[in-house]
């Protein structure tokens, strides 16, 4: 079971751009879906965006489409999120997570993350 490390989160205003990065403390990516979640206070965790290891197919919650985009490096067995065009509604406690295979239900994922808080001033 890989174990899950976010980092990149920080302060942004609306419009600004951050790259989170999910690194694997242990195991590799390899067989797996990895994915991206956020919470803001006093709401459920929700899907942000996924990424399938071996194929690369990627998926995006319609709130991010055309802003966010996730992406894996192989050699380092990283997966990114860039986030560009922020707004105050993204702002939240980002999660990374892994699935063994491609989903967007937070259930279907066994490994999590801490999290890492980006926050979007307006």
């Known amino acids: 079971q890989v174990q899950l490390v976010e980092s990149g989160g920080g302060l942004v205003q609306a419009g600004g751009s951050l790259r989170l990065s999910c690194a694997s403390a242990g195991g590799t990516f390899t067989n797996y879906a990895v994915g991206w979640f956020r919470q803001a206070p006093g709401k459920e965790r929700e899907f942000v965006s996924v990424?399938?290891?071996?194929?690369?197919?990627?998926r995006y919650a319609d709130s991010v489409t055309g802003r966010f985009t996730i992406s894996k490096d192989n050699a380092k067995n990283m997966v990114y999120l860039q986030m560009n065009s922020l707004k105050p509604e993204d702002t939240a406690v980002y999660y990374c997570?892994?699935?063994?295979?491609?989903?967007?239900?937070?259930?279907?994922?066994?490994?999590w993350g801490e999290g890492t808080q980006v926050t979007v001033s307006s």
């Open positions: 990424i399938s290891w071996s194929a690369g197919t990627a």
């Open positions: 997570a892994a699935s063994p295979f491609l989903s967007t239900t937070p259930t279907h994922f066994r490994s």
